[in-house]
């Protein structure tokens, strides 16, 4: 693990037990499983994200009181091998861990994945399948025509030489270049009959609120749009009240 990402790692204060998968291309990735519910839940970081991340373990935590969590580092992130591929690729890294899930014992499992996290989801979902239901938070419809400073500063650390120098030490691979594949607008009908929620705050500073009311419009039934005033960008908005909320909406959808 890189040295700063262990330093800022945090570890688990329920017993958590770990885990490793390879993906379909190859890419080793580590995680852990915790809790002990009836369903299962993959829960997937965002960009400049990993497991251990201290927000995500309280987050994760509180998953785990209704469901057994697999949390895990995306490739190119944590302690995962590979390159970050901004999303393109990731629906891999997820489709390993719901496999491994499903081997494991619960009967049913649910993808939770925030930002580009939410894009590995949207796209697992729509290409692979094999879920009881996807909830993607904090999730952009198109790749092009946002405007936020926030958006300006990835791409510009995605595309610059300065920039993908400060990645790689602040712990982040990632792939020369971003590969265009279709956008989760474009994907995100496919879905169906897997039932979405889609959850995004009034408040994003990286993406506004269109962008999830374009995803709900696009996506089939069944399906569930969660708006919030105050909730910022993915991780920002992970409390153990917003826990709670997931788990109602994901059991209302899984039965």
């Known amino acids: 693990m890189h040295p700063l990402i262990r330093f800022w790692s945090r570890a688990y204060s329920i017993p958590a037990r770990p885990f490793a998968v390879t993906t379909a291309d190859g890419v080793r990735l580590r995680g852990d499983r915790l809790g002990r519910g009836d369903v299962a839940l993959v829960f997937c970081h965002g960009f400049l994200g990993w497991r251990r991340k201290a927000g995500l373990v309280r987050f994760q935590e509180s998953l785990a009181r209704r469901f057994t969590v697999y949390a895990f580092d995306l490739r190119g992130h944590g302690e995962s091998e590979g ?9 891999l890294d997820v489709d390993a861990v719901v496999q491994h899930a499903h081997q494991e014992g619960p009967t049913k499992v649910v993808t939770l994945g925030g930002s580009m996290g939410g ?20 999730t952009p419809a198109l790749w092009d025509g946002h405007d936020s400073d926030a958006v300006r500063r990835l791409a510009w650390l995605a595309a610059s030489k300065l920039g993908r120098s400060l990645l790689r030490a602040a712990g982040v691979r990632a792939v020369p270049a971003f590969t265009r594949v279709e956008a989760p607008a474009e994907l995100v009908g496919k879905i169906s009959p897997i039932p979405l929620v889609i959850v995004h705050g009034r408040d994003d500073h990286f993406f506004d609120e269109e962008q999830a009311w374009l995803l709900y419009r696009n996506a089939g039934p069944p399906k569930r749009l969660l708006m919030a005033a105050r909730f910022g960008h993915a991780e920002d908005g992970y409390t153990p009240a917003f826990a709670e909320r997931v788990a109602r909406a994901v059991e209302e959808m899984v039965g």
Request: no cysteine.
């Open 83 to 91: 390159l970050s591929a901004f999303g393109a690729m990731e629906h």
């Open 119 to 138: 894009i590995a989801v949207i796209r697992h979902a729509a290409l692979l399948g094999g879920v009881d239901t996807a909830v993607a938070v904090s």
